[in-house]
Each structure stands twice: as structure tokens, then as C-alpha cells.
């Protein structure tokens, strides 16, 4: 298995996927192979590998009680690989293509609420105060991190970005021009180009940022304590952030609520959203469209 791991890495790498989707397809197919030698007794090459085999492996999981976005996922990565070898000359026909993935009903993704959204606000502020107010007007390393996490939280906030387009932005990519305020997403998912106007919470928080953070670090737009903050860099930071305004946080759930509140309050409609959004297709909009669990339980409250 080893021998095909790193070339099968390299065209996912070619392919230009994320650097999680590649850590995670490698991951589920290193499972499906180890699965399938526990079952025959030695490693089968990828030739070997049958129709019967991926069926029965999706059983497996099934039989584990895994959910079917995970099931369905390392089905993708199977047939991604199996495509891969066909193009490697490893094998002829890929054996997960015709199987069917788990049916599962499109759940809204986990939006927060208006007061959720205010708890964050408003310890970020805090903190920024409390961080100010220690340094006695002095620009020590806590305040531009305080600053920083801010500017963050209200640019994921009022964007959309993916933390990863959030993390590699320079200062070139934002404009701080009044109303023709902007971020600049330069390589977005699948390469695509896009310009998010910048409402003014987002707008006032960054040039707050901008007035601190050192200008001898490199041109990244975010910087931690060794150089530019990462995607990983900007998770612990929102975690630490969400514990403590007492709200479950994630760059995903920030991106999530920017597209439900265009949809749901400010009635945008979708090929807008999209395009803030950075989908090549509305149809990854129209979930936003969806009622969330709370929807349906408030539903179901107004019964008699």
C-alpha cells in the first residue's frame, strides 16, 4: 500500500486539493485496504479489488454506525483513487464508481443565532479593552493579538471566507476605501477569484488591526507569534474565543451563518449568495435555503 500512498498523494496535490481532503482521502484509503487484507489474509493490489469489496466494505461502516456524510466521503476517496490508478496503469475499471452512496437528508448547516453572534462580539471587545487598558497605551504583543482576533472574528463573520482564503490573504487584499471597502480572495476553492464587499463592522475592526500590527513581518495579512497565522492558528484562536463567550464556534459555522442571514434576513438572493460565497454552482446555496433544526422545533413548539 505504501508504494501507491505517496503517488496517489502527489495527484491529489496536482489535482490542487486541500491539504485536509489530502490528509483525508489518503487516511480513507488506507483504512479500505488495511480492512480488506484483515478479510483475505495479505495485501491486495489495487487490479484485485472487486465490486463485491467496496459493497461490502460500505456495509462495514454501516455495521460500525458510522454517519453517512463520513461513509459517503470515503466512497469519494475510493473512487478518486481507483481513477487514479486506472490513469497509473495499476488497474482497468474502478470498482467504487457505480456503487451508490448513503441517502441522507440535507441538513442545514449549523448557523448562530443573534445572540450567540453579540456574546462573541462583545467578549472580543471586551478583551480587547481588558488588553488595552493593562498595556496603558502601549502597543505590547497582547493588544495586536487581541486587535487581530477581533479583525478575524468579524471578517469571517461578515465575509463568508473560508479559513484557509482568511489565512492567506496579504494586505493588498483588502481595500479599506469607505463604501468601496473589499477583501480580495485570490484563489479561492477551485481557483476562483472573487471580491467580498466589506461591511463596516468588518471594516473598522481590520484598519484597528492594521494601526498596530508590525510592518517589518512579512506581507500576510494575519500574523501569530512565529510568523503569519494559519488555518489551524485561526481555529485555536476562535476556540479560545468561543469558550470564552460561552458560545461552540468554528470558522465554518462563521462562514455558514454570513450565507444564512443574507438568505433568511437581508432576502439576497441566491446567485448573489453564491457569488459572495464563492460556489461555482447555486445549488450549494439553495441548503442555506432549508429549515435547521431549530426551525423545525420551533414548528413543532406552535402546535396546539
Known sequence: MNDYLEPFRKYLQGADRSEHTIEAYTGDVTAFFTWLAERLGGAVA??????????????????????????????????????????????????????????????????LSAQEIYRLQRTAAGQRQLAVAKADSAVTPTVIAALRDEAVLNLLLYTGLRVGEAAALRFDDVVLNGKAAK???????????????????????????????????????????????????????????????????????????FATRLLREAGTDLVTVAALMGHASIATTQIYTQPGEADMIRAVDRLG
Open 46 to 111: 489495487p487490479v484485485s479489488v472487486t465490486f463485491f469489496d467496496v459493497k461490502k466494505y460500505r456495509e462495514h461502516l454501516l455495521g460500525q454506525g458510522r454517519k453517512p456524510a463520513g461513509i459517503n466521503r470515503r466512497l469519494a476517496a475510493l473512487r478518486t483513487f481507483f481513477n487514479w490508478a486506472i490513469e497509473a496503469r495499476l488497474t482497468t475499471t474502478n470498482p467504487a464508481q457505480a456503487l451508490q452512496g448513503v441517502k441522507q437528508d440535507r441538513r442545514v448547516p449549523k448557523a
Open 183 to 257: 477583501v480580495i480572495v485570490r484563489s479561492g476553492k477551485g481557483l476562483r477569484y472573487r471580491e467580498v464587499p466589506l461591511h463596516k463592522e468588518a471594516r473598522q475592526a481590520l484598519a484597528a488591526y492594521l494601526q498596530v500590527r508590525p510592518a517589518d513581518q512579512g506581507d500576510h495579512l494575519f500574523l501569530g507569534q512565529r510568523g503569519p497565522l494559519g488555518s489551524r492558528g485561526i481555529q485555536i484562536q476562535l476556540t479560545a474565543l468561543g469558550q470564552a463567550a460561552g458560545v461552540a464556534v468554528t470558522p465554518h459555522m462563521l462562514r455558514h451563518t
